[in-house]
C-alpha cells in the first residue's frame, strides 16, 4: 500500500472507531428497487466487522431479507467546519444475520459498548446482523479521496483475541500513566482515573468520566506483539504528558 493509501486508512479506521452512529442503506422492497437511508446505531469488532442489532419488523431489515446489499455512511464535522469538507466514510457490503458461535461474542461486545441495546434482548424480534464489508470509499476533505483496500477491512480476528481481558487488565493495573499520556497526547483530555475499555486492531478505547476515546495505533496490530511494541511506541511518543 502507498503511503497516501496508508494514511488514509488509518483516519477511516480512526473515524470508524470514533462513532457509533451511521446511515444505512439498503434497497427498498416496497418502492421498487428505491435506495432507502435510516438511521442506525452499530459498534466496530475487534477486527473492522460493523454489528448492527434490528428488529424484524424494522423498514432497513425487510429489504436486507429481500436484497442484502447495503451500505453504511458514517461522518464528522465540527460546528464550525465547511460541512462539506467534512470527513466521511462509506462501506459496501451485504448484511448477514450472525449465527452460531459468533453470536455471543457480538452480543457481549454489542452490549458492553451500547448497554441500552440490553432491554430489546427481551424482545425476540431483533437480531444481529453483520455487514460483510465489499467496497470502502473514504473522503478526509477535499482533495482527499480514494477507494481503500479491501483486503484491510475484511481481516480475520486478531489472535490477541483471548487474552484481550487480560491484556486490559494489566495495563490498568501497571501502566495506567501510558493510558493518561496517550488520552492526554491524542484528545487533549487529562484524566487520572481513565482506563482501558476495550480493544481493537486499530488502537484501544479509554473509559474517562463515563465517556469513551479511542486512542489510534500508527498500524493494525493483530498480535500480542504488534499490540506490545505499539504501546511501547505510544509511551515513549507520549512520555512528557505522563502525570507527575
Known amino acids: 500500500m502507498n503511503k497516501k493509501l496508508q494514511k488514509y486508512d488509518i483516519q477511516a479506521a480512526e473515524l470508524f472507531r470514533s462513532s457509533n452512529e451511521a446511515i444505512l442503506s439498503t434497497v427498498s422492497k416496497k418502492f421498487d428497487g428505491f435506495p432507502f437511508g435510516s438511521y442506525v446505531t452499530y459498534v ?3 477486527n473492522r ?3 448492527l442489532y434490528a428488529s424484524d419488523i ?3 431489515t425487510k429489504n436486507l431479507k429481500n436484497n442484502p446489499k447495503a451500505c453504511i455512511t458514517i461522518s464528522r464535522s465540527k460546528d464550525e467546519e465547511d460541512k462539506q469538507n467534512s470527513a466521511r466514510l462509506t462501506i459496501m457490503g451485504k448484511l448477514e444475520e450472525v449465527l452460531g458461535d459468533k453470536l455471543e461474542d457480538c452480543k457481549s461486545r454489542f452490549q458492553k459498548f451500547l ?3 440490553k432491554k430489546y434482548s427481551q424482545m425476540h424480534d431483533f437480531k444481529f446482523y453483520e455487514l460483510k464489508t465489499e467496497n470502502i470509499r473514504w473522503i478526509g476533505g477535499f482533495g482527499e479521496i480514494a477507494w481503500l483496500k479491501k483486503d484491510n477491512w475484511i481481516s480475520e ?4 483475541k483471548d487474552r484481550e481481558e487480560g491484556m486490559i487488565e494489566h495495563m490498568n493495573e501497571d501502566h495506567s500513566n501510558v493510558i493518561f499520556s496517550s488520552l492526554k ?3 487533549a483530555v487529562e484524566d487520572r482515573h481513565a482506563e482501558m475499555f476495550a480493544m481493537c486492531i486499530d488502537g484501544y478505547f479509554t473509559l474517562s468520566n463515563k465517556n469513551l476515546f479511542f ?8 498480535t500480542p506483539k504488534e499490540v506490545k511494541d505499539e504501546l511501547v511506541r505510544q509511551a ?7 502525570a507527575n
Request: hydrophobic fraction near 25%; include cysteine.
Open 185 to 187: 497526547g491524542q484528545h
Open 157 to 160: 480476528e486478531p489472535r490477541w
Open 49 to 51: 466487522a460493523i454489528y
Open 236 to 242: 515513549n511518543e507520549y512520555r512528557s504528558l505522563e
Open 44 to 46: 466496530s469488532g475487534r
Open 58 to 60: 424494522a423498514e432497513h
Open 215 to 222: 486512542i489510534k495505533f500508527d498500524k493494525p496490530c493483530l
Open 115 to 117: 448497554p441500552e441495546s
